[in-house]
């Protein structure tokens, strides 16, 4: 969520991206203003969900985000000895 008590969405994702830069992000919030969701997605967010969200709207798109992010870690990793490449 965008406002939260101790430290707003953007200051958490900030956090977030300092210690796990490649980690899939979803935001859901009620109070998003076209600034806000710009700002977001310049910062990489995979998805912004409005309140109220529906849940069988996050079952179907979550494992589809963590799926997209598994196939670009695979693609981006070096390849390991042994795994072919002609060796």
Do not use: C, Q, W
Not at 17 to 22: L, N, V
Not at 49 to 76: C, F, G, M, Q, T
Request: hydrophobic share 40%.
């Amino acid at each position: 969520d965008h406002e939260m008590p101790e430290l707003d969405g953007l200051g958490t994702l900030s956090e977030l991206r300092a210690f796990a830069p490649r980690l899939p992000v979803a935001i859901v919030s009620g109070t998003l203003s076209p600034d806000l969701r710009a700002r977001y997605e310049k910062l990489g967010i995979e998805a912004i969900y409005a309140k109220p969200v529906d849940p069988r709207k996050l079952r179907e798109n979550v494992p589809a985000i963590l799926d997209k992010h598994r196939r670009l870690a695979a693609a981006s990793a070096p390849a390991r000895p042994g795994s072919g490449g002609g060796e």
